[in-house]
Nanobody, 117 residues
Framework: QVQLVESGGGSVQAGGSLRLSCAASGSTASINLMGWHRQAPGKQRELVASISRSGITYTANSLKGRFTISRDNVQNTVSLQMNSLKPDDTAVYYC???????????WGQGTLVTVSS
């Protein structure tokens, strides 16, 4: 089993920055892809960014240039640096990890990011 614990959410004014971190524990050797989704109030959950064990990244087009994902395979952590935040970035951000054994996704508990104008 893999467990994910997120940290780093909070409140910030528009234009500010936040860094989210997610630590994986347990059967981490079975994880390939890690990343972040977010869900804003009244909206569907959307993929923000992902990164493979080898470092190949994906970032949603609308977030490129502002959000950067990184990973530490030794510490089993994935981070999301969010700059130039906008009120539209307000959401619960969820860390996820994909288990290569069955393709299932494991989710963290979510961390709230609130951006005020």
């Amino acid at each position: 089993q893999v467990q994910l614990v997120e940290s780093g959410g909070g409140s910030v004014q528009a234009g500010g920055s936040l860094r989210l971190s997610c630590a994986a524990s347990g059967s981490t050797a079975s994880i390939n892809l890690m990343g972040w989704h977010r869900q804003a109030p009244g909206k569907q959950r959307e993929l923000v960014a992902s990164i493979s064990r080898s470092g190949i990244t994906y970032t949603a087009n609308s977030l490129k240039g502002r959000f950067t994902i990184s990973r530490d395979n030794v510490q089993n952590t994935v981070s999301l640096q969010m700059n130039s935040l906008k009120p539209d970035d307000t959401a619960v951000y969820y860390c996820y990890a994909r288990d290569v054994r069955d393709g299932s996704d494991i989710w963290g508990q979510g961390t709230l990011v609130t951006v005020s104008s």
